[in-house]
């Protein structure tokens, strides 16, 4: 399958020395779900953040669609949606309004039949006319959803989705992130969750200390995880 998203040698260290990334390559195919695992501060968001335009790229290149997420930063942000840990919301704005609006701010047209199909899929319908400061932090997570899809992306970032969130949530989402690789869009996802990874993702990548170390279909890293060994020392 043709790659959709393309790291080429990408390297980056902050202003404070640190050095988040160390030459990762990377290649997601078009209509996968790739999960990317590893501990906290091994480099998963500053990654996400990079191809997504959020932090500025260090050095190397990448890739979205045979577009440069430099040369061509408008229309590459045009085509993903993402949804970070933290949940950032206009909490005195309705449901509605706030999607509603995600959508604008990419320049699409209105389109009702769309927001309303995203709502109910995320089962945050008959909430459409209420205020996000009157919600859970797994409702709030739910909106932040139908944000990053109110633009028809077709790429979708998820930076640890389920982080926080109800047992009945994370089956819900899961449920919607099988639809959408149906539907065509590729799904990026990170977790903590060895679990999460085998349940969802057709392939795996593994990130420690800014540097990709793995990158295996999920059924043979499955498969090598699922092997015991017995060592004797007489």
Request: with cysteine.
């Amino acid at each position: 399958m043709p790659s959709i998203i393309s790291v080429a040698d990408v390297s980056k260290t902050y202003a404070s020395g640190f050095r988040a990334l160390d030459h990762v390559s990377l290649e997601v195919q078009h209509g996968e779900i790739f999960a990317l695992l590893g501990p906290n501060g091994a480099g998963k968001t500053t990654l996400i953040g990079l191809i997504c335009g959020i932090v500025k790229l260090g050095k190397g290149s990448v890739k979205v669609a045979g577009l440069d997420i430099v040369a061509d930063y408008r229309a590459v942000r045009s085509m993903i949606g993402l949804v970070p840990q933290e949940l950032t919301t206009d909490a005195f704005e309705t449901v509605w309004a706030t999607v509603s609006f995600s959508r604008g701010l990419f320049g699409k047209p209105l389109d009702p039949a769309h927001i309303e199909k995203t709502l109910r899929a995320l089962s945050l319908w008959d909430k459409k006319d209420s205020k996000i400061m009157t919600f859970s932090g797994g409702m709030k997570r739910r909106v932040m959803i139908a944000k990053a899809l109110s633009h028809e992306p077709r790429v979708l970032f998820l930076d640890e989705p389920t982080a926080g969130v109800d047992v009945a949530l994370r089956k819900d989402m899961w449920a919607m992130v099988r639809s959408l690789r149906e539907s065509g869009v590729t799904i990026v996802l990170t977790t903590h969750y060895i679990e999460e990874a085998e349940d969802m993702a057709d392939r795996v990548g593994v990130i420690s200390h800014g540097k990709i170390i793995l990158v295996e279909d999920k059924v043979t890293l499955m498969h090598k995880l699922g092997k015991k060994q017995l060592v004797l020392q007489l």
